[in-house]
């Protein structure tokens, strides 16, 4: 977290209520994330990745950045508590969430061009030096259809009458 060691050296004091800070920003930047990568994926597999990068950051781009912004503005005006560890919870809070955002729009957005170049070239996730063998892709669309001919088959059967009977009784 490198709001936490720009405030480090800064001096400001670190407390216990601090602590749950990460799991805050963890979830605020997770969340950026799956938008992020959800509208990249939504957007046209036909066109250059770089297209459609700037198609992603188009379509939600400024809500990352109102959120970011509300978020910013939240903990700016806890600042004004007189509770010392929230006062401090949220001084580490404001430099964090700015630097999330950066890391977001910046870093996050070149993994997945580096990822999608990975995937266009049919390498492999963690050894990126060995192509894929293109003939597994068969065996994984039909895994990927069978799974989704059960969920579905499991979806009807839980909407049944008798099954959600059953489900409030038990």
Do not use: H
Not at 76 to 87: D, N, R, T
Not at 107 to 116: G, P, Q, S
Not at 141 to 160: H, I, T, V
């Amino acid at each position: 977290m490198a709001g936490y060691g720009l405030l480090f050296i800064i001096g400001v004091p670190f407390t216990s209520m601090t602590q749950i800070l990460p799991f805050i920003m963890f979830g605020i930047g997770l969340d950026d994330a799956f938008i992020l990568s959800g509208a990249y994926k939504r957007t046209d597999k036909s066109k250059d990745v770089v297209d459609r990068i700037e198609d992603t950051v188009e379509e939600v781009g400024i809500s990352i950045f109102v959120t970011t912004v509300s978020s910013i503005s939240a903990f700016s005006l806890g600042c004004i508590s007189s509770v010392p560890a929230v006062y401090w919870l949220c001084q580490y809070a404001i430099p964090t969430l700015f630097l999330d955002f950066f890391f977001q729009i910046t870093f996050f957005i070149a993994l997945i061009v580096i990822d999608e170049r990975r995937v266009i070239d049919k390498r492999r996730d963690c050894l990126v030096c060995m192509r894929a063998d293109t003939s597994y892709n068969e065996i994984d669309e039909e895994a990927e259809d069978s799974l989704g001919k059960y969920m579905l088959r499991f979806a009807n059967f839980l909407m049944k009458t008798w099954v959600k009977a059953l489900v409030i009784v038990v």
